[in-house]
Nanobody, 124 residues
């Protein structure tokens, strides 16, 4: 069982930066692949980024590649999402999620655990 709590969302102007964090409970954090997803009003939840259990491998959605960076600290049971050069279209509720296997990483249905989400709003 893993409990996830996101933080760091807020209101930022276009071109600005935010850093999201996700704190995980439990002793087995390093056993989980960690992903970030987002959901804008009226839209489906979409994949943003994923990081492998060791942190050695990452995958990004094309829409955020080069602007967002996912990282993890297994000693502190945290995963972060550094978001730079933010655009109004990045506005959404951002969720972190966990799963055991590094497969089907962009499919939200394959993740076992989810946080409650944190709102990110980018003004133009």
């Amino acid at each position: 069982q893993v409990q996830l709590v996101e933080s760091g969302g807020g209101l930022v102007q276009a071109g600005g930066s935010l850093r999201l964090s996700c704190a995980a409970s439990g002793r087995t954090f390093s056993s989980y692949v960690m992903g970030w997803f987002r959901q804008a009003p009226g839209k489906q939840r979409e994949f943003v980024a994923v990081i492998s259990r060791s942190g050695g491998a990452t995958i990004y959605a094309d829409s955020v590649k080069g602007r967002f960076t996912i990282s993890r600290d297994n000693a502190k049971n945290t995963v972060s999402l550094q978001m730079n050069s933010l655009k109004p279209e990045d506005t959404a509720v951002y969720y972190c999620a966990a799963k055991p296997w590094y497969a089907s990483t962009a499919d939200p249905g394959s993740y076992n655990y989810w946080g409650q989400g944190t709102q990110v709003t980018v003004s133009s």
